[in-house]
């Protein structure tokens, strides 16, 4: 037996046995399969051979999905058909009947795990044509799956138990046959196995498959936008047949399965109705009847938590001609779309179903141009309609998120309160690279104006968002490629953004569009660097005085939460008072180049000598060991020292005096001079850094006994401190960059 379809470098499987129970270990049996072993070895094809009696097949098969598999698509090839029928007969009865879904779930758990592995989407720069979403071997994994429950093995079959629509079957016949031959085109190229388009051969397969553009670039992006198009259906239309056969049940069905009290209730609303987890038409003739319903159903999606049935999916497709001018400029059309994208956090969802039904290119046909737009910067993952889907997907995790980066972004987020622009800013953002322009943001903001007249927004909103869509880059290069201490980059971030509501909505934007082009290049420290520039652009924006009187609010709040928090890890130390607390006078001065603040704070915490630390912002201190003495600092908020504001409970030290520069290695320069419990004057030797998780750079040396340097720290106290009572005060003073 062997596959019906093959490329060249493929493993030919072949199959031999004569129906007697005498095994492969019989000579007459061994010499025939050596024979034709040898033959096949010496053309050079790649075999995968087993000789087994039928019993010995079957037994296999039910031991090994692979082995399975294979003998489903077995075909004869030379012998007598009453022996392949009897073979046939007993893989069906042994192997098929009775294990329908424990084959199912097997297939589709290694679907997923295929999909994991080899990247989860169909729009990669240089994806997998075997294994990738939307490669071959999820043609194939639908067909399998639908023989074990069908018994169909053809689109065809399918097609006649009523599963598959005629033009289904051709989409996705054409998909199968364009990337087959994709697939020995890289073959024969490269002379191996080779399943990924790499982009260096991928004008090398243009030029095979007769793709005959003037232009080198224009060739292989016609080319590949094709091969895009062809994995897009036969993703969404084996995903979509999967549904439509049972073979994928929503998570609803199940649990409604698990409830047999409850019945099921159609909730018919606006010609829709809601079963399940899904929402399917009523009447074929909805959105003939009324077109607009083709924009209100993703309203319905976002606000019941449903999805589309795999009929409705169809539908939408088949009716996406009432879309016309008229549609696009209706009021109530605009005040259904922007509704959808006021609702943070529940946005992407709706984005990406009307992409996969074609309904959102053809109502903003300024994003439909870029479907399947090849992006040639190699730092681009994906193609530039999905690495516009995948933006937006990441500004959506910000609104709940728990964890870094994108929880450092949440309360910028949630107090924004013009979200609809934010979005569909990012859906305009790269709409230029369509039109191949040098520089696509002119081009993707003389879109926007056009999009946004269409859209009837105001001219406020209007400004801001082609301010949006011209200027996404300017904070990544600025933080990037910029010198952040300079005032100068900072008085260009401020002519750029001019107030603080564009700069939250840049910043968000900024984020986004760096983790849609590749989270995994997101690194702390172009976190550190994009904060540091937001925050001295934001003082920048606001002034000194109000930027003063913001630190002095934040000097006590800190102050506080530290004294709290030591009190908790400190049992013995007696109650704090808030009398104790003092926050020190803050002040500007120079030196050299750079602006500085200052800040002092002290707190009284009675007698504790225990490990005490300044949570959530990040000072931590603690006694490693009797000489030892280490300091821990994260940088929260990234790149902005400033915002720690004081420091607080070094509970076992008398006084301490700690200098931090926010340089941009984020590393503590200088630990100055302290004294130790038993008030011998001490400094910090063989001082050295070390990374500690995101941002945190720790600082520990050795404690060493100075007894001359008694008179000088005395001399220092008295000018920068007035201390409380003896043994009950730990203060320390931080100069941290203001720029």
């Known amino acids: 037996y062997g596959t019906v379809t093959g490329v060249q470098t493929c493993a030919l499987p072949i199959f031999l046995h004569d129906g007697r129970a005498r095994g492969g270990e019989h000579p007459y049996v061994k010499s025939v399969v050596e024979s034709v072993l040898y033959m096949l070895w010496d053309v050079g094809l790649k075999v995968g051979h087993s000789t087994r009696s039928i019993s010995e097949a079957t037994a296999q098969a039910n031991q090994d999905m692979q082995s399975k598999t294979s003998l489903i698509e077995s075909r004869l090839l030379l012998g007598p058909a009453t022996l392949y029928d009897q073979f046939r007969e007993a893989l069906v009865k042994q192997c098929v009947r009775g294990h329908e879904d424990e084959y199912i779930a097997a297939r589709m758990k290694d679907q997923e795990e295929r999909h994991e592995k080899f990247g989860d989407s169909v729009f990669l720069q240089e994806p997998n044509v075997k294994n990738g979403c939307g490669g071959l071997r999820d043609f194939q994994n639908l067909i399998w799956m639908a023989f074990f429950k069908y018994d169909a093995l053809t689109l065809a079959a399918l097609r006649k138990q009523g599963f598959l629509e005629p033009s289904e079957q051709r989409a996705l016949e054409d998909a199968y046959e364009f990337i087959l031959r994709v697939r020995n085109s890289m073959h024969y190229l490269t002379g191996r196995a080779c399943d990924v388009i790499a982009l260096g051969i991928q004008p090398k397969i243009a030029d095979d498959l007769g793709y005959r ?36 049940p929503s998570k609803l069905s199940r649990l409604t399965a698990l409830l047999p009290g409850r019945a099921k209730k159609e909730e018919p609303v606006d010609g829709f109705l809601f079963r399940d987890g899904l929402v399917s038409a009523a009447d074929p003739g909805i959105f003939k009847a009324e077109p607009l319903r083709l924009l209100r159903v993703f309203r319905h999606l976002q606000q019941r938590q449903v999805e589309l049935s795999p009929e409705l999916r169809n539908m939408i497709r088949r009716n ?88 450092n972004y949440k309360k910028l987020f949630q107090q924004n309160e013009h979200p ?17 322009a040098e520089r696509h943001a002119e081009v993707s903001v003389e879109m926007a104006r056009k999009a946004a007249a269409r859209l009837k927004l105001s001219e406020d909103e209007t400004t801001m968002l082609t301010f949006l869509v011209r200027d996404h880059l300017k904070l990544s290069m600025l933080s990037q490629r910029r010198d952040i201490d300079d005032q100068a980059t900072i008085d260009a971030a401020a002519r750029i953004v001019k107030n603080e509501v564009n700069l939250d909505l840049l910043q968000l934007l900024t984020f986004a569009d760096s983790a849609g082009t590749s989270i995994k290049t997101w690194s702390d420290w172009k976190e550190a660097l994009l904060w540091g520039l937001y925050h001295r652009t934001k003082q920048a924006l606001a002034g000194p005085e109000v930027e003063i009187e913001r630190l002095q609010d934040g000097a006590r709040s800190v102050a506080l939460a530290g004294a ?28 050299g180049d750079q602006g500085r603040v200052a800040i002092d704070a002290r707190l009284g915490l009675g007698g504790a000598r225990r490990r005490a630390a300044l949570h959530p912002f990040g000072l931590a201190t603690q006694r490693v060991e009797s000489s030892t003495l280490g300091f821990s600092l994260a940088l929260q908020p990234f790149g902005a020292l400033h915002e720690v504001a004081a420091v607080t409970a070094f509970v076992f030290m008398q006084d301490a ?17 302290v004294r130790d419990q038993d008030e011998r004057d001490a400094r910090i030797e063989e001082m050295r850094l070390q990374p500690v998780g995101n941002l945190r750079i720790e600082v520990v040396g050795r404690l060493v006994e100075q007894e001359q340097l008694r008179a000088r720290q005395q001399e220092a106290r008295q000018r920068h401190a007035s201390p409380l009572a003896a043994g009950q005060c730990g203060a320390a003073r931080i100069e941290a960059l203001d720029a």
């Open 420 to 436: 609809h622009i934010l979005y569909l800013a990012i859906l305009l953002h790269d709409v230029g690279k369509a039109a191949n």
């Open 657 to 673: 005096s700690i200098e931090l520069h926010d340089a941009i290695d984020q590393a503590i320069e200088e630990v100055a001079v």
């Open 564 to 591: 709290t928090q030591a009190q908790h890890e400190v049992p013995e130390a007696r109650p704090f008072r808030d009398r104790e607390l003092e926050v020190g006078t803050l002040r500007r001065r120079r030196r």
């Open 213 to 248: 553009h003037q232009d080198l670039l224009r060739r292989t992006e016609a080319f590949m936008r094709d091969y895009y198009m062809h994995a897009r259906n036969i993703f969404l239309l084996t995903n979509a047949l999967a549904e439509r056969m049972a073979l994928r």
């Open 320 to 407: 996406l001609r009432y879309v016309d001018r008229s549609f696009q400029y209706s009021t109530e059309a605009r005040d259904t779309f922007l509704a959808i994208l006021q609702n943070k956090g529940q946005v992407a969802r709706i984005l990406r179903r009307m992409h996969e039904t074609e309904f959102l290119g053809k109502y903003l046909p300024e994003f439909g141009k870029l479907t399947c737009l090849v992006q040639h910067e190699f730092f681009h993952r994906y193609t530039a309609d999905e690495h516009t889907l995948q933006v937006i997907e990441h500004l959506d995790r910000i609104i709940d998120a728990v964890k870094p980066p994108h929880e």
